[in-house]
C-alpha cells in the first residue's frame, strides 16, 4: 500500500485492516494516550477545493501522530498543473515532505501526483471520487450496527463521486447498496457494473426513494449542487424534487436505519433539519471519524 487513491485498488483484507487501526487509535486517542509514529515527518496538503473537515481531520491527524502539516492552497503554487506541471510539483515535493495529500477537481491530477512521486499520496477528494469519506463512512456504520455483513445502504440522490467510492466499499465489504437519483443524475453504469464484479448484485440503481429505504440499514444523501456545479443549482434542485432525505421518507424505512450525510449539508434542499438533528442521525459521528481513518492511513502509508 504506497499510496491511497481508489478503493478498488486493495483487498477486503486491506481495507479491514485500516477499520481496524482506525478502532484501536480511536480507542487509543479518546483514552488520552498517544502514538507518535509520525514525529518528524511533514505531510503537503494540497488544495484546490476548499474543504473544512478535510483540512482540520489530517492536519489534526498528523499533530497527534507527531508530525506536521503544511496547507498548501492553489495560489501557492499558481494552481496544481498551471505554473508547472504536476509531475515536477510531484517531483519537487517528493523531496521536502514524506507524504502528500490532495484535494482536486481532476481525478488524473491525483492519479500523476502518485504517478511521479517517491512518497505516499493520498486522495482526499476529486471529482470522481472520496475514498476517505467512504472509509469514513463504513467505519461509522461498523460502529452503530456492529458489523457490515449484508447492510443495506440506500444512497438518495446525484450518482457523483461519493456515491461511487460508497458502492466500491459496500462491493468490498460485503455491504448491499442502492442508489436512487432522478433521471439523468444516476451512478454510471460502468461504476455499477465494475462493483458487481467484486460482488454480483451488490449495487443496483433505481429512480425511487421509496423503494430505495425498504429494509434498509443505512440512509444516506449528498449535496445536490457539488463545487463546479453552481452555474447548474436552480435546474437541479428543481430535477430533484422529491429526493429529499426526511421524516416520511425515514418513515418508510426501518425503525433503526441510520441517517448519513458527508457534510456540508444544505438543509431544506437535500436533507431536512428534522432529519440532521433526529436521534437515528450520526452525521456528526461520520465527521469525527474522518480524523479516526484518515489517521490510521497516514500511520500505515508514512510510518
Known amino acids: 500500500m504506497k499510496h491511497f487513491l481508489c478503493i478498488n485498488d486493495f483487498t477486503r483484507g486491506q481495507l479491514e485492516e485500516l477499520l481496524q487501526l482506525s478502532i484501536d487509535l480511536k480507542a487509543l486517542y479518546k483514552r488520552r494516550g498517544m502514538d507518535c509514529c509520525l514525529k518528524g515527518r511533514t505531510l503537503?496538503?494540497?488544495?484546490?477545493?476548499?474543504?473544512?473537515?478535510?483540512?482540520?481531520?489530517?492536519?489534526?491527524?498528523?499533530?497527534?501522530?507527531?508530525?506536521?502539516?503544511?496547507?498548501?492552497?492553489?495560489?501557492?503554487?499558481?494552481?496544481?498543473?498551471?505554473?508547472?506541471?504536476?509531475?515536477?510539483?510531484?517531483?519537487?515535493?517528493?523531496?521536502y515532505v514524506d507524504g502528500i495529500m490532495a484535494r482536486t477537481f481532476e481525478h488524473d491530477t491525483v492519479t500523476e501526483l502518485a504517478r511521479y512521486s517517491t512518497v505516499p499520496v493520498i486522495n482526499a477528494l476529486t471529482d470522481w471520487s472520496h475514498p476517505c469519506q467512504a472509509m469514513a463512512d463504513v467505519l461509522t456504520v461498523r460502529e452503530h450496527l456492529g458489523g457490515l455483513d449484508g447492510v443495506k445502504l440506500a444512497f438518495i440522490g446525484d450518482g457523483n463521486n461519493v456515491a461511487r467510492s460508497l458502492s466500491f466499499v459496500c462491493a468490498k465489504l460485503g455491504m448491499k447498496m442502492v442508489v436512487a437519483s432522478p433521471a439523468g443524475y444516476e451512478l454510471d453504469g460502468e461504476t455499477i457494473d465494475t462493483a458487481n464484479r467484486t460482488a454480483p448484485g451488490s449495487v443496483e440503481q433505481v429512480n425511487d426513494p421509496v423503494r430505495a429505504v425498504a429494509d434498509a440499514g443505512v440512509i444516506y444523501t449528498d449535496t445536490w449542487v457539488?463545487?463546479?456545479?453552481?452555474?447548474?443549482?436552480?435546474?437541479?434542485?428543481?430535477?430533484?424534487?422529491?429526493?429529499?432525505?426526511?421524516?416520511?421518507?425515514?418513515?418508510?424505512?426501518?425503525?433503526?436505519?441510520?441517517?448519513?450525510?458527508?457534510?456540508?449539508?444544505?438543509?431544506?434542499?437535500?436533507?431536512?433539519?428534522?432529519?440532521?438533528?433526529?436521534?437515528?442521525?450520526?452525521?456528526?459521528d461520520q465527521a469525527e471519524n474522518r480524523l479516526h481513518f484518515q489517521r490510521a492511513l497516514l500511520k500505515r502509508l508514512m510510518s
Do not use: W
Request: include cysteine.
Open 44 to 95: 503537503a496538503m494540497l488544495f484546490e477545493k476548499p474543504s473544512l473537515r478535510t483540512r482540520m481531520s489530517f492536519q489534526v491527524a498528523m499533530t497527534q501522530l507527531g508530525g506536521n502539516a503544511i496547507y498548501v492552497k492553489p495560489a501557492d503554487i499558481g494552481g496544481i498543473g498551471k505554473r508547472e506541471p504536476v509531475k515536477d510539483i510531484a517531483r519537487v515535493l517528493s523531496r
Open 226 to 284: 457539488s463545487m463546479g456545479q453552481e452555474q447548474e443549482k436552480e435546474k437541479r434542485r428543481a430535477d430533484f424534487a422529491g429526493f429529499e432525505v426526511n421524516m416520511d421518507l425515514v418513515s418508510k424505512a426501518p425503525a433503526g436505519v441510520l441517517i448519513m450525510h458527508c457534510l456540508p449539508a444544505y438543509r431544506g434542499y437535500e436533507i431536512s433539519d428534522e432529519a440532521v438533528e433526529c436521534s437515528r442521525s450520526v452525521i456528526f
